[in-house]
């Protein structure tokens, strides 16, 4: 297992938490935490700033295709914000977790 953590950022509470939803009844996140955030970006060269809520997937990252395409198939963004970043280190107990919750289709 490669445990990580997994960025994507939603235009509302409710696309958040459908896509949270999913993930977790799919088997494909352990755990998503979610939280309003404030984004400032550039979408086709004009300088953007928005309220977003941003999506903490923990999962195990061999999974990551699967997981990146039921966001993409959730999201309403044409290039939805989805960056895997790896858990270098963590508590035994709690990897073995995200591990019995991210089961292999």
Not at 33 to 54: C, D, H, N, R
Not at 70 to 84: D, K, N, T
Request: glycine share 4%; net charge negative; with cysteine.
């Amino acid at each position: 297992m490669e445990y990580g953590v997994v960025l994507v950022t939603a235009s509302s509470e409710a696309e958040a938490n459908a896509i949270a939803q999913s993930l977790v009844e799919s088997h494909l996140a352990a755990c998503v935490s979610l939280f309003p955030i404030q984004s400032i970006y550039t979408w086709q060269g004009k300088v953007e700033q928005a309220q977003e809520w941003q999506l903490l997937i923990k999962t195990d990252l061999t999974r990551f295709a699967e997981l990146e395409a039921a966001v993409r198939s959730l999201h309403s963004y044409e290039v939805p914000e989805i960056i895997a970043l790896p858990i270098s280190h963590g508590s035994t107990d709690y990897l073995q977790w995200i591990g019995a919750q991210v089961k292999p289709q």
